[in-house]
């Protein structure tokens, strides 16, 4: 676990995660409120794409490779945001706002590397920290963004978890309440210092498979480990051939070309 922790951007350069921290502060403060965040997150990116006047398409589909999380590009002056539903929601929701960072640079900064190379999410990059310090900035962003300072302090007032004996069952109770992944929430509580270094990784020492079989027994953020049906997206192809179909915009033989090819990816992907 020394690893992890030293692969954050927390452990590897202070002053920058403070202005990460900052930064998802404001962006919390334009573009969110005084809201938990949890699956909203979708609905936040959309809105987000639609202020800076961007077309933002989300492709949310099953993809056969756990490893792959998220991946983000930019064609044809469109952002694409493809999801891998096959992930656990609590997943879907971290890599969603990892993914955020990446848009709001090139949005906001005019960071040319989402249009030049796009954006590729591995499981381990959450899962176990990274070495590259732009996914450590989106990591730290995301964190931040899902799970803020004010909020922690607040839920853990209210659920009356004590800072001095905080353990498995409580980071249970914050993960149903902030939808994020075991690993994130400890170490948010790490960043802000409501628990110790020594302490987040004792936390993180324990396995996977004993944290889900305490979610099972106790059924704290059970809802969030699951991965849902019916959730998929294919970007606005299928609203867009729905309305030239309406419409009579297209010959009737390229319409049914259109849906016959919809029809395939669903097929290929399972999506009913």
Not at 2 to 21: A, C, H, M, V, W
Not at 66 to 76: I, K
Not at 183 to 192: I, N, S
Not at 233 to 242: A, C, D, H, R, T
Request: glycine share 6%; charged share 30%; with cysteine.
């Amino acid at each position: 676990m020394d690893s992890f922790i030293t692969g954050i951007l927390y452990s590897k350069n202070r002053p920058r995660f403070e202005q990460i921290k900052n930064m998802a502060a404001g962006f919390v403060n334009l573009y969110i409120g005084h809201n938990i965040i949890q699956d909203d997150i979708f609905t936040v990116i959309e809105n987000y794409a639609e202020t800076k006047k961007m077309p933002l398409e989300w492709i949310r589909i099953p993809i056969e490779d756990e490893e792959l999380c998220a991946c983000t590009f930019v064609r044809g002056g469109r952002i694409f945001v493809v999801l891998n539903t096959i992930i656990p929601i609590s997943k879907q929701i971290f890599a969603a706002a990892h993914e955020l960072y990446h848009i709001r640079c090139f949005l906001e900064e005019n960071d040319p590397e989402l249009a030049r190379s796009g954006s590729i999410l591995e499981s381990h990059t959450i899962d176990a920290g990274t070495t590259e310090e732009e996914e450590m900035e989106a990591n730290a962003f995301a964190g931040v963004l899902l799970a803020s300072v004010d909020d922690l302090n607040q839920q853990m007032r209210i659920f009356r978890i004590e800072k001095s004996d905080i353990g498995i069952d409580d980071i249970l109770t914050l993960m149903d309440i902030f939808a994020i992944p075991y690993k994130a929430m400890v170490l948010r509580l790490m960043e802000e210092s409501i628990i110790s270094i020594d302490k987040a990784k004792a936390l993180l020492g324990i396995s996977a498979a004993d944290v889900k079989k305490r979610q099972l027994i106790t059924g704290k953020a059970k809802r969030w480990m699951i991965v849902p049906k019916g959730n998929e997206k294919l970007g606005s192809i299928v609203e867009n051939i729905s309305i030239n179909t309406y419409e009579e915009n297209l010959p009737e033989s390229r319409l049914k070309s259109d849906w016959d090819r919809v029809e395939t990816i669903k097929k290929r992907y399972g999506i009913e």
